[in-house]
């Protein structure tokens, strides 16, 4: 699964724009063309702007890739508000990409892993959220 490119946390329409006129249009697209560094470089060079402000790009656009995954999932209680919801994780691994479930996350605006920030997160609709934990281990609530 492919994001469009402006999607990418961080792309500005000025690079957008620039992007699409090379035909690079969604995330896929975008990390096909700047996999190695000599690609990345060819493309900062034609785009108007440094190798490393590409790298970030890949590596947002990577992310997102990673969240179309399958992942652990998490179910939790019925809550009359998305501010109530809460689930216990465990994990042992380093970050983890989870999937929550309940009811009412239109406005969600932050997912807490304990009182930790999840690294990211995409509001996937109102009983759905994907989230990716920070490194750690243990059990918390979400």
């Known amino acids: 699964m492919s994001d469009p490119i402006g999607e990418i946390r961080g792309m500005g329409p000025e690079l ?3 992007f699409e006129a090379l035909c ?3 995330t896929q697209q975008f990390l096909e063309h700047a996999h190695k560094v000599r690609q ?3 493309l900062a060079h034609k785009v ?3 190798q490393h402000v590409i790298k970030e790009l890949v590596n947002r656009a990577e992310l997102m890739d990673y969240c179309h995954q399958p992942c652990d999932q ?3 209680r019925e809550c009359s508000s998305y ?3 809460f689930a216990h994780v465990r994990s042992n691994r380093r970050a983890t990409l989870v999937t929550i ?3 009412d996350f239109t406005g969600a ?3 807490l892993f304990g009182s930790v920030p999840a690294n990211s997160f995409k509001l996937i609709s109102d009983t759905q959220i994907t989230a990716v934990s920070p490194a750690g281990s243990g059990t918390v609530d979400v």
Do not use: C, D, Y
């Open 16 to 18: 957008k724009a620039k």
């Open 24 to 26: 690079i249009r969604n």
């Open 40 to 42: 990345r470089t060819e």
């Open 48 to 50: 108007g702007t440094n």
């Open 74 to 76: 998490i179910h939790l």
């Open 83 to 85: 501010n109530e919801h």
């Open 101 to 103: 479930s309940g009811s």
């Open 109 to 111: 605006n932050k997912v």
